[in-house]
């Protein structure tokens, strides 16, 4: 699967490069490299399951699907994708919600690591991981939109390293 | 290759910039302005942000890794 992701990601620059950023970012979601998602080894593998965020609307104002066949509007549901190695900030992280038994000590401990209880989002961001929502195809193929570097947003530099498999 | 302007009115069209803005923000007041140090409470864009600049910062990204 890290293969087939890689030839259609490198498809996708061929196209970049002859024809600009809009058919490469269509080719970059396409239903192949999506399907990453739900295969279960090497770099895609989803590590970090599934969290609800709330339903997101386009808010660009689409309804239904967009002509590429994605929803313009997301269950809140958001993929984190892994990318290489467990760092050492979600070791620590997960160590210490093993360890606590209290909820108050883990605060403490948590806050010697920098993270506020309940930060396993800025966690799993810090350790390399992405974070995509439903919507996320629709925003990039439908209106070239990328949301940023922000842990509740798609980087697209992580977006490159996930399908890359770096 | 597309130049930024082309790329920011693919982006922006049909609604323009203000009005994206708008959109993006969270609905609801925010109450504490420094919990939008790492993550969102309901929006695309943190009170601080510029729409343009967020655009702008990511195609960047993506030229220096396509080149």
Redesign the interface.
Known sequence: MAKLASSILMKG?ST??KR???D?LRNLFSKDVVRVGDFDSGNFKIDGGIVSL?IQSC???CKGKDKYGYNSFGSGQVYVERIGERSELLEKYVEIQMETEDMESEKERLKEIGIEYG?M??VM?LSSFTVVSDLTPHLIAS???????????T???KL?EAFRGV | MESFDDILRKVTAGIGVEELERRLRPRNPVRDESQWSDYSSGGFLAPDENFVDVVRADYETLARWLS
């Open positions: 620059e970049y490069k600009g950023f809009g490469w709330g808010p660009f104002g930060g989002i800025k961001y209106h070239n939109f990328f949301q940023g570097d922000a842990s509740y947003r980087d697209p530099k490159l």
